[in-house]
C-alpha cells in the first residue's frame, strides 16, 4: 500500500486484534495513519521500543529493541549503545509509513524514549506518572493530577495532562534538552514528594509496591530508555483504549474509557489537537533546583530541609486539600 508516498508492505489486515469490539490489525493501522499528524509530533525522532502482538490483545507479547531485518530502506534508524555494552538499532517512526509499517507488527502501542535523536541522553520533557494500585482510586488520580498541575503552575512548567490509557494519567513538561536523565530525574523526585505532602492520604511516592496505599507519584519513569506509551496511542486493552491528551477542565471528571479507537478521530476533530505546539513551550529546569529543595545541577543531592505543614514560600499552598 502507498501511504505517504512510501511503499508499505502489509498483511493479514483482517486479523481480529481487538476480539471484543472486531476491531482488526487493519483498523489499527488506518488508525495511526489517520491521526498521524497528531501523533507525530510526539514519537518523531524518539528511539522506538517495540512491543509487538502479533495475535491481538488476547495473545502473547514480546519486546523487541533491536529493529527486525529485513525492513524498510526508507525507515530511521538509530544506533544506541547501553552501558552493558549491549547494543541495538532502534526504530524511529517520522512518518506515516513509518507508523503503519509498526502497526502491521502488530506494535498496538507507541512506547517511545523520552528524549529524541541525535541527543538522546537529554529529555525534553519531565513526567509525572500516577499508578493507582487498586481499581477504585481513579477519582484519586484525577484530584493528585489537580496537585501536579499546581506544583508545575507554581515552577512556571506548562503542564501538559493525558490518560495513560490504562489505569493511570501522565503530566508532562516540556524543557529544554540542557539536563541528562539522572537530573531530571532528581528533579521529577522532587516535584513527587511536594505532591505526596499535599495530599499524604490518597498520593504516595513509597517505591516497594506491598507497602503502598495510595495512588504511586512515579517519578522513576523519568530515568534512560524508559518509556511511555506515547499521545494517542492505543493500549492493549479489549476496548482499544487510547491515551488521551486532556484539557485541564476536563480532569476532575474525566472517563478513560471514553477514549478509544472508535472515538478518538471524532475527538481529535472536535476537540483539536490538545498538544499542538507543546514543545515550543519548553524551560530549563536548571535554575529551578533549589526552589524545590534540591542543589542545583551537577552538585548531587542534599538533605532536604523540613517544611512546615502545607509547603514552603517557593511551592505556595493549597487550599481544600485532602490531608
Known amino acids: 500500500m502507498l501511504i505517504g508516498g512510501r511503499e508499505v508492505a502489509l498483511t493479514n489486515q483482517d486479523k481480529v486484534f481487538f476480539p471484543r469490539s472486531g476491531l482488526t490489525k487493519g483498523d489499527l493501522v488506518r488508525y495511526y495513519v489517520d491521526l498521524a499528524d497528531a501523533v507525530l509530533p510526539h514519537v518523531r525522532a524518539r528511539p522506538f521500543q517495540m512491543k509487538r502482538y502479533a495475535n491481538g490483545v488476547e495473545g502473547e507479547f514480546f519486546y523487541q529493541k533491536r529493529v527486525p531485518r529485513p525492513h524498510p530502506e526508507w525507515l530511521e534508524t538509530f544506533h544506541i549503545t547501553f552501558p552493558s555494552g549491549n ?15 509498526a502497526a502491521n507488527l502488530g506494535c498496538i502501542e507507541l512506547h517511545t524514549w523520552h528524549s529524541r535523536v541525535p541527543d538522546i541522553e537529554r529529555p525534553d520533557y519531565v513526567l509525572i506518572d500516577l499508578d493507582p494500585s487498586a481499581d477504585d482510586q481513579w477519582p484519586a488520580v484525577r484530584e493528585i493530577a489537580l496537585v501536579v498541575k499546581e506544583v508545575m503552575d507554581r515552577l512556571g512548567l506548562a503542564s501538559h495532562p493525558k490518560t495513560s490509557g490504562a489505569t493511570g494519567m501522565h ?16 528533579f521529577a523526585k522532587a516535584m513527587a514528594k511536594e505532591v505526596e505532602k499535599r495530599v499524604p492520604k490518597i498520593a504516595t511516592t513509597t517505591w516497594a509496591v506491598k507497602d503502598r496505599t495510595g495512588v504511586f507519584v512515579d517519578y522513576g519513569q523519568n530515568a534512560r530508555d524508559r518509556t511511555i506509551a506515547s499521545a494517542y496511542s ?53 535554575p529551578l533546583f533549589e526552589r524545590v529543595g534540591e542543589k542545583p545541577p551537577g552538585e548531587g543531592p542534599k538533605p532536604r530541609a523540613r517544611r512546615a505543614p502545607g509547603g514552603t514560600q517557593a511551592w505556595g499552598r493549597r487550599g481544600g486539600a485532602s490531608a
Open 87 to 101: 547494543v541495538a538499532d532502534f526504530a524511529v517512526l517520522g512518518e506515516p509509513a513509518a507508523l503503519a509499517w
Open 234 to 286: 492505543i493500549r492493549p486493552t479489549e476496548d482499544a483504549r487510547a491515551s488521551a491528551p486532556l484539557r485541564w477542565d476536563e480532569v476532575a471528571d474525566v472517563d478513560p474509557s471514553d477514549f478509544t479507537m472508535a472515538t478518538m478521530r471524532d475527538r481529535v476533530k472536535k476537540a483539536g489537537d490538545l498538544t499542538a505546539g507543546m514543545w515550543d513551550h519548553a524551560v530549563s529546569l536548571a
Open 171 to 186: 503530566i508532562l513538561a516540556p524543557i529544554e534538552r540542557d539536563l541528562d536523565f539522572t537530573e531530571v530525574r532528581r
